[in-house]
């Protein structure tokens, strides 16, 4: 199998849009990186205690359990369930399940509370790679090969007007940060860089806001890579750069692997980003299946954390964000790496990036939630406690960055529901010296909600964030709401490119974007 899906692993898959329709996931939901695994008898147990608290305070409100599930209610009763099955790790009462008053005074509470998704995604219209459909899926079930047009619409659901929808409409997320990734075969790229740039100009000037920052992908040793970063530099502005060092992350025959510290071909990069003002690098690291050392061979090390010290030692001025926090497990529930932990207080390769701090002496090393936390807070939510502890122990509260991967699992808002409830274990604490997570809006998991933000605040490739609105403003999500509820928009968004939409929606006004109406 490559990384994503081909069509025979698609043909044993169900759409995650047609699995249960809980508040939380409860069977492993894959980025499409991965084949993901059937239910769990703890998913089980969950699913099923689920729906027993949807019956009950459902009918009490006059709701149905579709209903109900869809409420602030139903978000605090997957929780329940979630403490039932795998213990008290999430702060919430059955209280809360019940009564919407509570519900809605604890939504109240939290909604201004500033949240920087630092690692999301959407596909350009012309993408065609069908395995992609693997980005959303359950195990264990069948596609109905006859729905042909529920086939489009999933792959509908990974473009923009989707993507704004989920992440601006049905999160609390206020700002986010849009990516890419390189392949060998370039008919496999997620966003052209300049999309990227077009996705986020448009979103900050429909909203009046800075709700929305970018990427650019770089392709270290490819023919022309340079001359890439030159143009991005002087053309596309991007907020921070994103990189492979495994390459292509579709395929273990990767024709372009390389190393951070590489000073030959990496050095020059960072000192012409850091003349630029660029100062940021987001890199993927970790997420290789259990028999990496086989399926992976010769590859799977430019994965780890091997190159990540010395690059971060010689270039104090650069910060290195490193994605999925260098995790290696991978198509495989949180179980044996929980196991592993427990006994060694280790986790592979993830432990690697937390000790870089002290080994070097340094104080420019991130570590990024995306995916990790996401395939382990509802599937294991003690090893996520464990991954979350290990990367604040080590690195400081303030060095791990909030980030979903969405829109690969749909709306964010589960994954942050999940780390504002999420606590770690008393016996945790003691026996690996971890602090408290504490509240939802307490200072740890505000960091961690926004700690990325200062990064950006002292880029000079942007303008000052004090003339910025970082602040999910109501006249911003009015705004955005508009783009995705229009519906000439909305037959753009689905049929163009980004710069048609651009130009049209430049119609509406003389200058850049004109009269949003308000919603």
């Known amino acids: 199998m490559g990384i994503y899906l081909s069509a025979e692993e698609l043909a044993q898959l169900d759409p995650a849009v047609e699995g249960f329709r809980s508040p939380v996931p409860t069977q492993i939901v894959s980025n499409g990186e991965f084949n993901p695994l059937p239910q769990t008898p703890q998913q089980q147990q969950v699913e099923a205690r689920i729906k027993e608290l949807a019956d009950t305070h459902g009918a009490k409100l006059g709701l149905d359990r579709r209903q109900f599930l869809r409420t602030s209610c139903g978000m605090a009763a997957a929780f329940v369930a979630l403490n039932k099955v795998f213990g008290n790790l999430f702060d919430v009462t059955e209280a809360e399940a019940a009564d919407p008053v509570q519900a809605a005074e604890r939504a109240q509470a939290l909604?201004?509370?500033?949240?920087?998704?630092?690692?999301?995604?959407?596909?350009?219209?012309?993408?065609?790679?069908?395995g992609l459909l693997g980005l959303a899926v359950f195990a264990g079930e069948h596609w109905n090969t006859g729905l042909t047009d529920q086939e489009k619409t999933d792959l509908y659901y990974y473009k923009f007007e989707n993507y704004v929808r989920q992440i601006?409409?049905?999160?609390?997320?206020?700002?986010?940060?849009?990516?890419?990734?390189?392949?060998?075969?370039?008919s496999w790229w997620l966003l052209p860089n300049e999309q990227i740039r077009e996705a986020?100009?448009?979103?900050?000037?429909?909203?009046?806001?800075?709700?929305?920052?970018?990427?650019?992908?770089?392709?270290?040793?490819?023919?022309?890579?340079?001359?890439?970063?030159?143009?991005?530099?002087?053309?596309?502005?991007?907020?921070?750069?994103?990189?492979?060092?495994?390459?292509?992350?579709?395929?273990?025959?990767?024709?372009?692997?390389?190393?951070?510290?590489?000073?030959?071909?990496?050095?020059p990069f960072y000192e012409k980003a850091v003349k630029a003002g660029i100062r940021t690098i987001c890199i993927h690291k970790g997420l290789l299946p259990t028999d990496y050392e086989k399926s992976w061979a010769n590859v799977w090390q430019y994965n780890t954390a091997w190159d990540i010290g010395k690059a971060a030692k010689d270039w104090p001025q650069f910060n290195f964000i490193i994605y999925h926090g260098c995790l290696q497990a991978f198509q495989e529930i949180p179980d044996r790496a929980l196991a592993e932990f427990e006994k060694t207080g280790e986790?592979?390769?993830?432990?690697?990036?937390?000790?870089?701090?002290?080994?070097?002496?340094?104080?420019?090393?991130?570590?990024?939630?995306?995916?990790?936390?996401?395939?382990?807070?509802?599937?294991?939510?003690?090893?996520?406690?464990?991954?979350?502890?290990?990367?604040?122990?080590?690195?400081?509260?303030?060095?791990?960055?909030?980030?979903?991967?969405?829109?690969?699992?749909?709306?964010?808002?589960?994954?942050?529901?999940?780390?504002?409830?999420?606590?770690i274990p008393e016996d945790m604490q003691k026996k690996h010296g971890f602090a408290p997570l504490g509240p939802a809006n307490g200072l740890v998991k505000n960091q961690i909600f926004g700690s990325i933000n200062p990064i950006y605040t002292t880029s000079t490739c942007a303008p000052s964030m004090s003339h910025c609105h970082w602040i999910s403003?109501?006249?911003?999500?009015?705004?955005i709401a508009w783009l995705v509820r229009s519906t000439s928009s909305v037959t753009m968004l689905l049929t163009a490119s980004l710069p048609s939409v651009r130009r049209k929606m430049l119609a509406h006004g003389d200058s850049g974007w004109g009269q949003v109406p308000s919603a």
Request: contains cysteine.
């Open 111 to 130: 909604q201004n509370q500033f949240i920087f998704d630092d690692q999301t995604h959407f596909v350009h219209d012309k993408f065609e790679q069908k």
């Open 347 to 423: 986790i592979k390769w993830a432990t690697d990036p937390a000790r870089i701090p002290e080994q070097y002496g340094v104080t420019n090393v991130y570590a990024d939630m995306g995916t990790s936390f996401a395939n382990s807070c509802t599937v294991n939510p003690r090893f996520a406690a464990a991954l979350v502890g290990t990367w604040v122990k080590g690195l400081g509260v303030d060095h791990v960055v909030w980030g979903t991967d969405s829109v690969w699992y749909g709306s964010p808002q589960w994954q942050i529901e999940a780390l504002r409830r999420l606590e």
């Open 473 to 479: 403003s109501r006249r911003s999500s009015r705004s």
């Open 168 to 186: 601006f409409l049905n999160s609390d997320t206020s700002v986010a940060l849009l990516s890419g990734a390189p392949f060998d075969d370039k």
């Open 200 to 267: 986020v100009d448009m979103i900050n000037r429909v909203s009046g806001a800075r709700r929305m920052l970018g990427h650019v992908v770089i392709t270290p040793g490819q023919a022309g890579w340079m001359d890439e970063v030159d143009k991005a530099i002087d053309k596309l502005r991007p907020d921070s750069w994103k990189a492979y060092t495994i390459g292509d992350p579709l395929s273990a025959k990767t024709k372009y692997p390389w190393r951070l510290d590489d000073e030959k071909l990496m050095y």
